[in-house]
T-cell receptor
Framework: SQWGEENLQALSIQEGEDVTMNCSYKTYTTVVQWYRQKSGKGPAQLILIRSNEREKRSGRLRATLDTSSQSSSLSITGTLATDTAVYFC???????????FGSGTQLTVMP | NSKVIQTPRYLVKGQGQKAKMRCIPEKGHPVVFWYQQNKNNEFKFLINFQNQEVLQQIDMTEKRFSAECPSNSPCSLEIQSSEAGDSALYLCASSLEGVSGNTLYFGEGSRLIVV
């Protein structure tokens, strides 16, 4: 992606393992969102983290945001086969109406 | 389950044909977005609206693409003369406000195949 990148394009793990996906971006933002897109479906937001939070948890998900390094991560603990999907980080430049998506990480969780 | 409804789910068009897709945003969401997602899962922003007004659009949209969000009717995205490179998943999303701190709710998309 012209605007950002995610460090790993594809991950394949066993059910029960933990996984972390990383995202870096090149434009200033104070909010990063993580979306999951399952096969044949549209993206669905998983978690939204703001710069004043640094870390946010939701169930088995944990997101971090480091605005100084312009990076974010999404961790999933105790993965399930149903977590198999493409995961995207997304952000918007200040004052923009356009949400920019990273290139995505294909996560495959094998039962 | 998605509350943003996109139709049709699939459409197959010949080169040069028109292709039209529709979107009903989630009730009460005034902001609507259209994205193009290619086979590599890359997103390209096309256009967005607040109520019936265009907020932002890319150059590509101004040429062969047209879109509108009339009041009391579905939003639509139309490609006037389809090209092979237009083959993609077209995603519609809606939100309550702008993008910075707000969730976008996506439909399941309309997959266009140009043969």
């Amino acid at each position: 992606s012209q605007w950002g990148e995610e460090n790993l394009q594809a991950l394949s793990i066993q059910e029960g393992e933990d996984v972390t996906m990383n995202c870096s971006y090149k434009t200033y933002t104070t909010v990063v969102q993580w979306y999951r897109q399952k096969s044949g479906k549209g993206p669905a937001q998983l978690i939204l983290i703001r710069s004043n939070e640094r870390e946010k948890r939701s169930g088995r998900l944990r997101a971090t945001l480091d605005t100084s390094s312009q990076s974010s991560s999404l961790s999933i603990t105790g993965t399930l086969a149903t977590d198999t999907a493409v995961y995207f980080c997304a952000w918007a430049s200040s004052g923009s109406w356009q949400l920019i998506f990273g290139s995505g990480t294909q996560l495959t969780v094998m039962p | 389950n998605s509350k943003v409804i996109q139709t049709p789910r699939y459409l197959v068009k010949g080169q040069g044909q028109k292709a039209k897709m529709r979107c009903i945003p989630e009730k009460g969401h005034p902001v609507v977005f259209w994205y193009q997602q290619n086979k590599n899962n890359e997103f390209k922003f096309l256009i967005n609206f607040q109520n019936q007004e265009v907020l932002q659009q890319i150059d590509m949209t101004e040429k062969r693409f047209s879109a509108e969000c009339p009041s009391n009717s579905p939003c639509s995205l139309e490609i006037q003369s389809s090209e092979a490179g237009d083959s993609a998943l077209y995603l519609c999303a809606s939100s309550l406000e702008g993008v910075s701190g707000n969730t976008l709710y996506f439909g399941e998309g309309s997959r266009l195949i140009v043969v």
